[in-house]
């Protein structure tokens, strides 16, 4: 049947068309649905400020085509310091390395089915057979994949998805020149991608500055609306408006403007743990699970991976002896996603929990520790590493560490 395949792949994000992609390699037959017309394809979900590292550009074999600039450092800053950590990276073109990724997996074999949105599960006693999609259309197939982010109409009637509103982040980015990325009242941004952590900007959140080239760059911020973002924020105060007065009162800004004719890109995801990622015949990938990176926000890279995982285990269940995509089968999914796409997950929450919890008297502060530390006490910091993190803690924080225990113990 026509309407018959291995794999359902809902959504063509990073993590979808990756999964398609992958399992198109191996032979099998996979659609993929996409809601967004073709023609503008991706117009509505072009939200990502893209920036990765050289093991993603590596795994995946992604081509300088798709890059708008290659890095050479990251840049931490607070309100009144910076630190500086070598570490080259590349700031993509969002919406052609989707259209590339795309057509990787078209050239595997993947049917791509766009102007296709999924609008729930077809199930057959108890298990997920199929979705239905486009209105009134459906397609059947062994294994489904929800890869359609925070919507996750699939995930969400399976009991798979338990995103918590109360953990969701929001963005905006704005691509612009002209910007003075060499400012002498500040670090030199040339071929750089820099975070800032100052709740003047970004309450609760963090803003940056990621270099494209010449006097160009995407500027944006996000934050999380929790205690630190009602403490910190403005009344009544939007993201739009948090933008704007960075815009204003930056004198790096003064003298840059939108792109005409570029997106402003607007997107969200959710900062937590996930739950169950998978059931009997159905895997949840990308923001659906969600995988964003917690203490940073890169999503590319680990969407990716996740859906790399879900290839394999799908490989993995088709070539047993008797084929199995049962519940237990399926759970090499989430065994593979917890070592190999987010390890120490739990951990890293943590930290960004407490990190945005912190004064920007407290970011100052960091900034000169990391400045004083050892060359790679960030890079274990970031991992996860307790050890390191421990080492970044003084004295004084004891009132923010009992602050952040009072939250969690009350459930805040």
């Excluded at 004198?251 to 402003?264: L, N, T, V």
């Excluded at 006490?377 to 390191?388: D, F, I, S």
Aim: hydrophobic share 40%.
């Amino acid at each position: 049947m026509s309407d018959r395949f291995d794999v359902i792949v809902a959504g063509a994000g990073p993590a979808g068309a990756q999964c398609a992609r992958d399992i198109a390699q191996r032979g099998y037959d996979v659609l993929v649905l996409e809601a967004e017309p073709e023609d503008d394809f991706p117009r509505q979900s072009n939200k990502s400020t893209a920036g990765t590292f050289p093991s993603m550009m590596a795994s995946f074999g992604v081509p300088d085509e798709v890059v708008m600039n290659y890095t050479d450092d990251v840049v931490l800053e607070s309100p009144n310091h910076h630190y500086v950590q070598h570490q080259p990276g590349a700031v993509l073109e969002f919406a052609e390395f989707k259209q590339w990724l795309v057509a990787e997996g078209r050239e595997e074999g993947a049917t791509y089915h766009f102007d296709s949105r999924v609008n729930g599960p077809i199930m057959d006693d108890g298990t997920i057979a199929g979705v239905r999609y486009a209105g009134g259309e459906e397609a059947y197939a062994d294994i489904v994949v929800d890869a359609t982010g925070p919507a996750a109409p699939l995930a969400k009637e399976l009991g798979v998805s338990d995103l918590d509103r109360k953990h969701q982040a929001i963005g905006i980015e704005w691509e612009m020149d002209g910007v003075e990325v060499n400012h002498p009242d500040y670090a030199d941004l040339t071929d750089t991608m820099m975070l800032r952590l100052d709740h003047n900007y970004a309450p609760g959140g963090y803003a940056w500055i990621f270099h494209t080239g010449g006097d160009t760059a995407k500027v944006g911020l996000c934050y999380i609306q929790n205690e630190s973002h009602e403490q910190y924020g403005k009344d009544g105060a939007a993201i739009d408006d948090y933008l704007h007065s960075w815009l204003d009162t930056d004198p790096r800004f003064a003298d840059a403007e939108r792109i005409s004719g570029k997106q402003q890109h607007r997107g969200s995801a959710h900062i937590q743990m996930p739950g169950s990622l998978c059931t009997d015949s159905f895997m949840a990938i990308g923001d659906t699970v969600p995988t964003i990176d917690p203490l940073w926000g890169e999503g590319i890279h680990k969407g990716m991976k996740s859906g790399r995982m879900a290839a394999i285990t799908a490989d993995r269940c088709f070539t047993e002896a008797d084929p199995d995509t049962s519940a237990e089968a399926m759970s090499v999914y989430s065994k593979l996603w917890h070592s190999e796409v987010a390890p120490r997950m739990r951990e890293r929450l943590l930290m960004t929990e407490l990190l945005y919890l912190a004064p920007n008297e407290r970011y100052d502060t960091l900034l000169s520790d990391l400045r004083d530390a050892d060359s790679d006490m960030l890079a274990k910091a970031n991992a996860g590493n307790v050890g390191a993190m421990l080492r970044l803690l003084h004295l004084r924080d004891v009132p923010l560490l009992g602050k952040f225990a009072k939250e969690r113990l009350t459930g805040g």
